[in-house]
């Protein structure tokens, strides 16, 4: 969740959510900014969301600012919890083999299969010189990801049959 927080606060997040709205439209910028596009710089877009939802607390009071922001935070987390969970395999496979094994996994390439063009990884992943799984992909970081998928997905069924 941790993650998720910091996600929503990005500036990038916040300039997002001002591009959907047209916020870049409404700003007085002065012509130098304006000619080397402030209109959709992302500091500035940020920047005035943040002074937008400001404005909104002030004038109408919290309920409405919350209403307001709620509008953008709630879509925006279930993506990125969505994202997070589907993601990034390699992380939550060595949190898992960390907190089981105080190890790191390391991933190994094993075979590169097919031409130039057209690649395909095998990477196997291991954990205390032993094999973990093993994964494919068209990229190693796919293959990787992919490894630590199937070790995840592993280690979920050795713990539901003890």
């Known amino acids: 969740m941790t993650t998720v927080r ?3 606060v990005r500036a990038d997040s916040l300039a997002r959510w001002a591009r959907t709205l047209d916020l870049g439209r409404h700003l007085r910028l002065g012509k130098g900014e304006v000619a080397s596009g402030g209109r959709t710089r992302r500091g500035l877009l940020a920047s005035a969301f943040e ?23 709630v879509p ?4 990125l919890l969505a994202q997070q969970s589907a993601k990034d395999f390699k ?7 960390q907190a089981a094994h105080q190890a790191t996994p390391v991933y190994r390439t094993v075979e590169t299969l097919g031409p130039d063009h057209e690649r395909t990884f095998i990477v196997e992943v291991l954990a205390d ?6 994964g494919s992909g068209p990229s190693k970081q796919e293959a990787e990801q992919d490894a630590a998928r199937t070790a995840l997905a592993l ?6 049959s003890n």
Request: no cysteine.
């Open 91 to 97: 992380s939550r496979l060595q949190e898992a083999v």
């Open 6 to 8: 910091a996600a929503l």
């Open 51 to 73: 002074a937008l939802v400001a404005a909104i607390y002030l004038d109408q009071g919290l309920d409405v600012a919350r209403a307001f922001l709620l509008r953008f935070v």
């Open 76 to 79: 925006e987390t279930a993506r």
């Open 129 to 134: 010189d032993k094999v973990l799984a093993r």
């Open 155 to 160: 280690l979920a069924g050795a713990r539901t």
